[in-house]
């Protein structure tokens, strides 16, 4: 398996957003320029005093014709005991202390009826009733007070957007989902009948718990849904919401979590009041592993905030102050560093393990997903669950999705078989990639994977045939050799782990006879040996050694139980491992090395036929250790062509029919 160095990514340059209007600094330009009009009319340095004058000087300069315009404010009853005389002149004679010539005038006194017809007589007065003290009070404190009530309702809009990530750190984030929209019900989830069962349980006590209470049961407190990525533990828990009809709540176990100890804690706490006050309702907390880690564990004795976290969740499940009604639906898939008190009954009562789906259930789970797929009439979705054990809920989804991806750039109306097949190599092995490589490189690579199809197909008893070989780089590796069960893989026999060891070998030492040299291809291929032949001496007693476990603690000191790691093995019986694991490698390699050179001839013809087709199905390395040729017609490859030919479509559906489909991936493929 000759790997290839991952290219780097080329650094993308980051385009700027267009212009947006943005109404805050519009509100910051608007109180700026008020304030500066308040400053400006209020400053004493800038405002002109008017100049002070007599009643007699008033009605004199009136009579003289130099009083340009002028007001009489009288008393609020009418009387003239005391009235103020404001106008301008017509000529700026008069200064004022400060020296600074001004037209206006001022004037404050008892007014006569006399000097009053002789103001009237010059039509330059007006007479108005002078203002209350609440109302002078009123004008000159309303612009301040206007003033200061645009600031206070700029400022406190900024605290209140602010409290939202401040102040308000302790309200539980977990999100009320919708009954109504995108409702899923137990007919969406398949592939874990098991798990429904147990589930279901819970939706039938939310719907009618008489019927359990009256028998003395107890519905668990809490359910904890174990597996693998991809298994459809979140899905689960979507149906179970949407069957049951309740008030749902949603929440991460990250979102607990927090560089300030005690906010996780305050959202538990807030967590649990909200689901009280809409009980009955279910919690669900995905990624539980997030919080819920051991307590004490890793290196530096734990972290503070998580763990008080983790002490007020476990109260609010299990505590003094319990109220029923509210259900913690959880998931993870590391249920092994949970701290132990998070397990116990009462809190978690019961732990679901949604496992990867058999061939019925990725069948079921096919069916779930064909529904928006237009797939053609021929297509059997039972042959394309036989052919992909191990493979996960998400994974057969992602399936279908790439084979109508591919579909839609072949100009195709329908998903074909050619799609799928093509489809589930792309997301087993990777996609291919046309690299430029020379005649050294290719007759490299063939012989490499020749070696391994070549030790497989001899050493195979039936279980593990192979399914394709070629030399178009997939992946980070020039080629590829796949071997597909036929059918799940629950347990790992001796005999079979042997012989992956010795297929493993086989492109090595193919080079090594044909080319006289060695590579670094078979790095990848040498780790998965060396771990196989580890597990079978440590774990899983399957050498001279005995029936012993020498694995010991493989824990990381940031995730495990333990600060620092312990051995269990002395020096003389790891000294010994070494051995054992050095002998199975080396007898394999002997047998591998024996297969290939009794069979010399049929590893040149499997390299060449690489050389010329680039891609040689499993039956065809068959017909050539038989026949010593290959028989059956090779189909031409279709991946890397943006459409496809009607006559190319009409000879490869020949060429691959729908019955190759039945040998499926394997779990954990084995590129050479």
Not at 395 to 418: I, P, S
Not at 461 to 487: A, C, E, N
Not at 576 to 604: G, N
Request: aromatic residues 6%; contains cysteine.
């Amino acid at each position: 398996m000759p790997d290839i160095e991952p290219k780097k990514p080329r650094r993308q340059l980051k385009t700027l957003p267009p212009d947006r209007f943005q109404p805050k600094v519009l509100i910051f330009w608007i109180a700026l320029a008020i304030a500066v009009v308040a400053l400006l009319y209020w400053s004493p340095g800038i405002t002109v005093s008017p100049a002070q004058m007599t009643i007699y000087e008033v009605v004199t300069k009136a009579e003289a014709n130099e009083v340009k315009t002028a007001t009489i404010q009288t008393d609020p009853t009418g009387g003239r005991d005391w009235v103020l005389i404001t106008g301008d002149l017509n000529e700026a004679t008069l200064k004022n202390e400060r020296g600074a010539k001004t037209a206006s005038f001022r004037a404050a006194g008892r007014l006569t009826d006399a000097n009053m017809e002789r103001l009237q007589k010059t039509n330059k007065f007006v007479e108005k009733p002078n203002t209350t003290v609440l109302t002078q009070l009123a004008l000159s404190v309303l612009p301040v007070v206007i003033i200061i009530g645009f600031l206070y309702f700029l400022f406190s809009r900024q605290l209140r957007q602010a409290g939202r990530g401040a102040l308000n750190f302790g309200k539980s984030r977990a999100k009320l989902l919708t009954r109504d929209r995108d409702k899923i019900t137990f007919a969406d989830v398949a592939g874990c009948d098991e798990a429904k069962e147990e589930v279901s349980e819970v939706v039938e006590f939310l719907k009618d718990p008489k019927k359990f209470t009256k028998m003395g049961g107890r519905i668990p407190r809490g359910i904890l849904m174990v597996g693998a990525p991809g298994t459809g533990k979140t899905l689960l828990a979507k149906a179970v919401a949407g069957e049951a009809d309740v008030p749902f709540f949603s929440i991460s176990g990250s979102d607990f979590v927090e560089m300030f100890v005690g906010v996780g804690a305050s959202r538990v706490r807030d967590m649990f009041e909200q689901g009280r006050k809409s009980a009955p309702c279910l919690i669900f907390i995905d990624e539980i592993d997030a919080v819920g880690r051991q307590r004490g564990a890793g290196l530096g004795g734990g972290n503070d905030e998580r763990e008080q976290t983790l002490n007020s969740l476990l109260v609010e499940m299990d505590g003094f102050d319990t109220t029923e009604g509210v259900i913690i639906i959880a998931a993870t898939n590391r249920p092994d560093v949970l701290d132990s008190a998070l397990l116990r009954p009462g809190r978690f009562d019961r732990q679901i393990y949604v496992d990867l789906p058999d061939m019925i259930g990725r069948e079921q789970i096919l069916r779930v997903h064909a529904r928006k797929i237009n797939l053609a009439d021929n297509i059997d979705l039972g042959v394309i669950a036989r052919g992909t054990p191990g493979l996960s809920g998400a994974e057969l989804a992602n399936l279908l999705n790439e084979a109508a991806l591919l579909a839609a750039r072949r100009n195709r109306k329908k998903v074909e078989n050619q799609d799928v097949e093509d489809a589930r190599e792309k997301v087993q092995f990777g996609r291919e990639r046309r690299r430029l490589m020379d005649d050294e490189e290719k007759k490299l690579t063939a012989y490499h994977e020749a070696g391994h199809a070549l030790v497989q197909a001899v050493l195979d008893d039936g279980h593990l045939p192979v399914h394709k070989v070629t030399i178009i780089p997939r992946g980070r590796s020039l080629g590829s050799t796949m071997f597909i069960p036929k059918k799940d893989v629950l347990t790992q026999a001796m005999k079979r782990m042997l012989n992956q060891i010795a297929m493993g070998l086989g492109g090595r030492i193919a080079e090594e006879l044909v080319l006289g040299d060695i590579s670094s291809g078979a790095a990848g291929d040498i780790v998965q040996i060396t771990t196989i032949a580890r597990h079978m001496v440590c774990d899983w007693g399957m050498s001279p050694l005995g029936p012993i476990a020498y694995g010991g603690n493989h824990d990381t000191v940031f995730l495990g139980r333990d600060i620092q790691r312990t051995e269990n093995v002395s020096e003389e019986t790891a000294r010994r491992i070494d051995v054992e694991i050095q002998r199975i490698i080396s007898e394999q390699y002997e047998r591998a090395k024996a297969i290939i050179s009794e069979r010399r001839s049929a590893l040149d013809k499997i390299a060449e036929a690489l050389l010329e087709h680039e891609t040689l199905e499993g039956r065809h390395v068959l017909e050539i250790l038989e026949f010593g040729e290959i028989r059956s017609p090779i189909a031409a490859a279709f991946i890397g062509k943006p459409a496809d030919k009607p006559e190319e479509k009409k000879a490869a559906d020949k060429a691959a029919p729908s019955e190759d489909l039945g040998a499926g991936p394997a779990p954990s493929p084995t590129p050479a």
